[in-house]
C-alpha cells in the first residue's frame, strides 16, 4: 500500500487538535489487540488514529504488536461526509484513496527502480499499477451502508462439512463501489460479551465489480459458519458474524463498511498468468477473477478487458460436496481449457504420495516444476487466499523447485513480493 504522501502544515493546526491517522499492516492477532475496535487481517491495513502528544509512544506500541507503519496523514483530510471519508471536489463527496499518486508524489521508493535483478542475474520487472481509482472506505462503522438482502443460498452439497453460504445484498440507493480482490466489513447486530456493539468483520468479495446480475448494484460474499469446541469447557461455539450471515433471510438489512484492501487486485493485463491457490472460502476472490476473466457477460461488460492469459485454480476442500461454485468453475474450464486449468485437492478422499490426506500442498508439489516456470514469467501473478497454514507448505514445495535451478525461494519471493506478484490474504 501507498503513503498518502498529504501533510498539513503543523504550523497551519492548532496543537490541542492535531489528530494524526497510521495506516498499519501487520498487526498479529492476540490478547491486546483483540480488545481493540479495530479489524486485523493478515494482508489488510487497520487505521487507527493517534493525538499528537501520544505519536511516539503509539510507534512504539505497534511495533511491539509485530505491525508496520505504511503512511500517516492528518485525520483532517478524512473528514466524514454522511459517513463517507471523502475529499470534497466541486462541491461534490468523491472517496477518499491511500495511493501516493494522488496527491503529486511521483513515485514510491519501490518504484523508483522499475528493474530489479533476481538471483539468477534475470531482470525482474516491478508492477508499476498505482490503483489510484480504486474506491477505499467510502463507508465506515460510524455510518455503515444499510444494504438489503437480495438472496441467501447454500453452496455445501448433500454429505459435505459444514455450513457455507453465497449471500447477495442489494447496493441500490448508495455509493459502495468496489473492484474485483477487495474485501467488505459487516457489522452484526446486538452487543459483544463486553456489552459493547460488535466489531465489523472482515470479508472478501465474491463477485466482480457489476455483481452477480452484472447490473452495478449488488454485491456477494461466500461465508462459512465458524464452529469450533471450545478449548476448556468441550462445548460448541458458533462464530457470532458468520452464523448472523449464513441464516440471514432475503429482505433483511445489513450494516455494510468499506470496500477495503489493495493486496489481492489483479493486473489489468489481459494477457498475464493468474496463478490461484484457495482453501475453503478464500475461493471468493478467485472467483470474482474467474468471473471477470471468463463469464459471458462480464466479458460484454468490459470490452477494454478480454482476459487472453492462462489462470490456474488450485482448490483445497475436504470432500466433494465442499468444492464451492463446482458446476460453475467446471463449465468454464470445459469452455475455455487453454486459458484455465482446474486442480482440486480433496483431504478427505484424494491421498498424497505418501498415503496421507492430499492437501494444497501437496497439489503444489506435484506440480511445483510447471508452477515454477510459470512463476518466473514476469507476467505472473500469484494469489493465495484461505486458512493461514497453507503458506509453509506451499513454500516448502517452491524452495525444492527453485533450488533445482540453484535459485533460493524465499530472495526470490521478496522479490516477487516487490514487483507486485505474490498477493497473499490469509486468516
Known sequence: MSNQGAFESAANIESGSRIFVYEVVGLRQNEETEQTNYPIRKSGSVFIRVPYNRMNQEMQRITRLGGKIVSIHPASILEQVNGKAANTENGKATPVTTDIQAKGVSETPAEEKSKKKDNKGNTMTQAKAKHADVPVNTYRPNSPFIGKVISNDPLVQEDGIGIVQHVKFDLTGGDLKYIEGQSIGIIP?????????????????ASTRHGDDVDDKTISLCVRQLEYKHPETGETVYGVCSTYLTQIKPGDEVKITGPVGKEMLLPEDPEANVIMMATGTGIAPMRAYLWRMFKDSERAANPEYQFKGFSWLIFGVPTTPNILYKEELEEIQQKYPENFRLTYAISREQKNPQGGRMYIQDRVAEHADELWALIKNEKTHTYICGLRGMEDGIDAA?????????????????????AGRWHVETY
Open 189 to 205: 447486530p446486538g452487543l459483544d460479551k463486553n456489552g459493547k456493539p460488535e466489531k465489523l468483520r472482515l470479508y472478501s468479495i
Open 398 to 418: 517452491l524452495t525444492a523447485a527453485a533450488a533445482k535451478e540453484g535459485v533460493t525461494w524465499s530472495s526470490y519471493q521478496k522479490d516477487l513480493k516487490k
